[in-house]
């Protein structure tokens, strides 16, 4: 089931018609906050409400221009600036691809830089995602370069790459901020683990790698499992909650949400906004089956 919404995420065609259709956009707004930044404020708004921190991503990646690629940062500089001016607590993630990647590695670079730049300026804060194994490599260097000018910046690392244990030890070695995660792309085999007992059991190890010598680090899972495991740890190493923060998708998992801020434990939401929500829409269904299920339950109900 995830190969196939995986496959679904990269059909153009598919996509155009799905971004227009009623039924659903009604069924991708329990994932994604809105169109506008409005209407991502309001979300954010209602989150801080309930002790909840969040991060916002204006959804469209791979762009094929670099009038697209300003367009998005300007988006962002306007998040940075609202966030800051209304005392909202969040901040903001990125896609490299959506900054011109693709297009001109120089015009990325002055594009991210100007952004991280201004979250310098704000105190505010801008997150990398990572996206496939083919942007890996330019991501951290990215982002090493960056740190080192401003550090108002951070990554992810995705626990399914077999890379991801050197890469996390050069970050924490550099005090690089970083969100881990299960990864949700379709990689082969000699680049990522492909079994989920795999993916967990380094999750697990790099989890505690960051807990230990990371800084702030972000540990991003909806598993009740590794959010245990992880509490654990944290407690018989005398790590204080407030040294490292859970994040979770808007709209997933919400009595899990309320549950670990009720327990005392640092919360963030990804808040996707934007028309291009498809594919950000696809990889969710492929993550987790029970998505799937929620949908076909609720999607007619009056």
């Keep these: 089931m995830r190969a196939f919404f995986l496959l679904l995420s990269r059909l153009k065609r598919l996509r155009r018609w799905t971004e227009t ?22 979300a954010a708004r209602r989150i801080n409400g309930e ?10 990646e791979n762009v094929t221009s670099l009038s697209e690629a300003e367009a998005s940062r300007d988006v962002y500089l306007r998040a940075l600036g609202e966030i800051a001016q209304n005392h909202i607590d969040g901040n903001v993630s ?3 691809t959506q900054f011109g990647m693709d297009i001109s590695a120089e015009a990325c670079r002055a594009n991210v830089g100007e952004l991280v730049s201004r979250a310098k300026e704000r105190n505010g804060f801008v997150r990398i995602d990572m996206e496939s194994s083919a942007y890996t490599e330019r991501t951290l260097q990215l982002v090493e370069d960056l740190h080192a000018q401003h550090a108002a910046v951070g990554t992810v690392i995705q626990a ?8 996390v030890e050069m970050l924490c070695g550099r005090g690089i901020r970083v969100r ?21 059991r380094n999750f697990l ?27 654990s740890f944290a407690r018989s190493g005398n790590i204080a909650p407030k040294s490292f923060e859970f994040q979770m998708l808007y709209g997933i998992r919400r009595d899990l949400q309320r549950r670990l801020v ?7 939401l990804y808040v996707p906004f934007g028309k291009a929500w498809y594919p950000y829409f696809m990889r969710r269904l492929a993550e987790r089956p029970a998505n ?11």
């Design 262 to 268: 009720a327990e005392g434990y640092r919360l963030r």
């Design 180 to 200: 881990l995660c299960k990864g949700a792309y379709l990689e082969p085999a000699e680049v990522a683990f492909q079994d989920k007992s795999e993916v967990d």
């Design 160 to 167: 399914y790459l077999r890379r991801s244990e050197k890469d």
């Design 205 to 231: 190890r790099l989890m505690k790698m960051l807990l230990s010598t990371g800084t702030y680090p972000a540990i991003a899972t909806h598993d009740e499992k590794i959010i245990e495991q992880t509490k």
């Design 21 to 42: 259709s009623t039924v659903a956009r009604r069924a991708a707004s329990r994932f994604v906050a809105g169109d506008t930044l409005a209407e991502a404020l309001a």
């Design 94 to 96: 990125i896609k490299l």
């Design 292 to 302: 799937v299920v929620f949908l076909a339950r609720n999607l007619f109900r009056a």
């Design 51 to 60: 002790g909840i921190a969040l991060t916002l991503d204006h959804l469209g």
